[in-house]
């Protein structure tokens, strides 16, 4: 049980262009979700969260018009990265967690490259 | 501020000898303890938790970790590591009151040597 998945595992883009990323619960009901951005060989860095219905709350320095979240059912979560650039080339996981308890499920991860 | 600490960035353990990663955090209160396994490329797989009872808890692939709530710990232990367990090992904390994100220490890289 309690499994995530993340859609694409992996993704190139143009710069300029427009990425979405799905996070799925695909056992249980997520009444939050998380985002995370992963540079190499660092820990996690915590972007957004959100909440099934309401908006997503941001992180410090995160910007929310260049890095959408909508979370529009209870097990599904997607991030859009507007406008892509270079540096935003990262390794993004999305983690879930039941109403049950404060314990968070992780997806696989997503690889953008933008070119 | 909370705050987890990973004192070993790296640790190469020969295959088949037992293993202990160090994870100490600050926090008023006793928070919950999770330790998560990462491997190259991929998300974080949960190890186990330690919410209250007993300190000594048992987790995936022969893991367990031990709460100690004098040193403020949540070391990870196993008795025999596999080639398979090379990874990045991450501890993280979310205080007990309310829903709270979680607090990462940087991680611990762990290398298994023949």
């Known amino acids: 049980g309690a499994v995530v998945s993340q859609h694409p595992s992996r993704v190139i883009c143009k710069s300029g262009t427009s990425v979405k990323i799905e996070c799925r619960s695909l056992?249980?009901?997520?009444?939050?979700m998380f985002w995370y951005r992963q540079f190499p060989k660092k820990s996690l860095m915590l972007m957004a969260t959100?909440?099934?219905?309401?908006?997503?709350?941001?992180e410090q320095g995160v910007e929310k018009d260049k890095f959408l979240i909508n979370h529009a059912s209870l097990t599904l979560s997607t991030l859009t990265v507007t406008s892509a650039h270079p540096e935003d080339s990262s390794f993004y996981i999305c983690s879930a967690r039941t109403s049950r308890d404060e314990t968070q499920y992780f997806g696989p991860g997503t690889r953008l490259l933008v070119l | 501020a909370q705050s987890v600490t990973q004192p070993d960035i790296h640790i190469t353990v020969s295959e088949g000898a037992s293993l202990e990663l160090r994870c100490n955090y600050s926090?008023?209160?006793?928070?919950?303890l999770f330790w998560y396994v990462q491997s190259p490329g991929q998300g974080l797989q949960l190890l186990l938790k330690y919410f209250s009872g007993d300190t000594l808890v048992q987790g995936i692939k022969g893991f367990e970790a031990e709460f100690k709530r004098s040193q403020s710990s949540f070391n990870l232990r196993k008795p025999s590591v596999h080639w398979s367990d090379a990874a990045e090992y991450f501890c993280?904390?979310?205080?007990?009151?309310?829903?709270?994100?979680?607090?990462f220490g940087k991680g611990t890289m762990l290398l298994v040597s023949p």
């Open positions: 056992d249980f009901q997520a009444t939050t």
């Open positions: 993280a904390v979310v205080p007990p009151s309310g829903y709270s994100t979680l607090t």
């Open positions: 926090y008023g209160a006793t928070p919950y």
């Open positions: 959100s909440n099934e219905g309401s908006k997503a709350t941001y």
